[in-house]
């Protein structure tokens, strides 16, 4: 049985994560008491979902190189003595706390929505139709060209008795250039199926959602208590 | 590169937001049926390389080859690198929802610039493939660099990007080896005008 979070339409779970980034990403530098507010909501957010919250905490650190490293030069933009440093700490922190919520989120978004699902979403919110084409291609098609790398790969060490050295270049272009015209061959022959099935720049949809009065009212809460966080300390 | 969310002023990542969709209209319009397949592969083949690292001087850092990119897809490199990064975001929450426009735009820049110089003609094939590769990864370390100069986190970002250089230096090698490679074994694909 899926949560009540996973019950709404994928475009309001988009527009939801969205706001409430935007929200997050609003306070200002070196304000740090709305994020004793943000951090619990962000966790009953999850509460109202299935995902894990070991899952999730271990994708958000995916974002933490770049995370990290703004929080540390802006600790250090005036020098590195401790003076320095401990003057720009509350503005590094906001930062990093900003950059790990909204990182949280996201990959709470991701953990309750299927690909295929935020695919749709863009889709029905009126995204490109060349975008949503390239993105289903990608859905399709971008595990087929893993393994086939990955079999490169599996040859290439096979047929290596030594480091490759100097030679890695060459290697490494020859393989990666033969995944390129393997990906262009696959694509015509993808394209010569397509049409034989009648494509004709578009896929048919189906309509396996729809936007009810429980998403509008379940977005307007999470908001408003984000923006209540947001406001209310100052 | 991928900038996160919460690093950069909600209103610049708002504008960009609205550049990087006016810049996916105008760049994707009249798609035929075939070229979208070939885009959508161009872009599946973009991520796949970005999963790839690649052992440089002792560490190992990441492929994006933007550079190529704009080769082989030309102004169609922006859409391409756009559903690139898409993808990396929502599969791997590198970079953020907000932040899409501001990385698509610093990205997409290097592959159109690295299209232009291909496209110029000027000097030899493998020179051009070559400096190609390496803007296509310079560009966006020069534009984050500055946004960040811009957004007050002092010029730090500029001595970090000099980091970038050894990997700029690497893609273009790689990319010219690529170029070289497809020139041989199939040079209609490297005269493909998308």
Request: contains cysteine.
């Amino acid at each position: 049985m899926s949560g009540l979070f996973e019950r709404l339409d994928p475009r309001a779970r988009l527009l939801i994560v969205l706001t409430v980034i935007v929200i997050v990403s609003s306070t200002p530098r070196g304000v740090l008491l709305p994020f004793a507010m943000f951090v619990p909501l962000s966790w009953l957010l999850m509460m109202f979902s299935r995902a894990s919250g070991f899952y999730v905490l271990w994708r958000c650190l995916a974002a933490s190189p770049f995370i990290l490293l703004a929080a540390g030069l802006l600790a250090v933009q005036s020098g590195f003595d401790q003076a320095s440093v401990l003057a720009h700490w509350p503005a590094a922190a906001s930062v990093a706390l900003k950059g790990y919520t909204a990182a949280w989120l996201l990959a709470f978004l991701t953990a309750t929505t299927p690909l295929s699902e935020l695919l749709w979403a863009l889709k029905k919110m009126k995204a490109p139709e060349s975008l949503n084409v390239i993105l289903c291609m990608m859905h399709r098609y971008t595990s087929l060209l893993s393994e086939e790398y990955a079999r490169q790969e599996r040859a290439r060490d096979s047929r290596t008795v030594r480091p490759l050295g100097r030679r890695r270049f060459g290697v490494y272009g020859r393989q990666l250039g033969t995944l390129v015209i393997r990906s262009w061959d696959r694509a015509e022959r993808v394209h010569a199926a397509m049409l034989s099935r009648g494509f004709h720049g578009s896929w048919p949809e189906m309509q396996p959602h729809r936007l009810r009065g429980y998403d509008f009212a379940f977005g307007g809460l999470i908001a408003a208590l984000f923006l209540l966080a947001r406001w209310i300390p100052f | 590169m991928h900038i996160a969310d919460g690093i950069l002023p909600n209103v610049w990542c708002g504008a960009a937001h609205a550049a990087s969709w006016g810049a996916l209209y105008v760049l994707g319009r009249r798609v035929d049926t075939e070229e979208v397949v070939r885009l959508g592969m161009l872009a599946s083949l973009s991520f796949v390389v970005s999963l790839i690292h690649f052992p440089l001087g002792g560490t190992s850092v990441h492929l994006g080859l933007y550079g190529l990119t704009g080769i082989l897809a030309g102004r169609r490199a922006f859409p391409v690198i756009f559903a690139a990064l898409l993808f990396q975001t929502m599969l791997f929450q590198h970079g953020g929802l907000l932040t899409l426009g501001v990385n698509a735009l610093n990205m997409g820049a290097g592959a159109l610039v690295a299209a232009a110089l291909w496209r110029s003609g000027v000097g030899p094939q493998p020179v051009r493939a070559f400096l190609s590769g390496a803007v296509g990864i310079i560009v966006p370390a020069l534009l984050i660099a500055s946004q960040f100069a811009l957004a007050d986190y002092g010029k730090g970002f500029f001595y970090a990007s000099a980091l970038y250089l050894g990997a700029a230096a690497a893609e273009g090698v790689l990319t010219a080896v690529i170029i070289a490679f497809l020139r041989e074994a199939k040079p209609a694909l490297l005269h493909v005008r998308l």
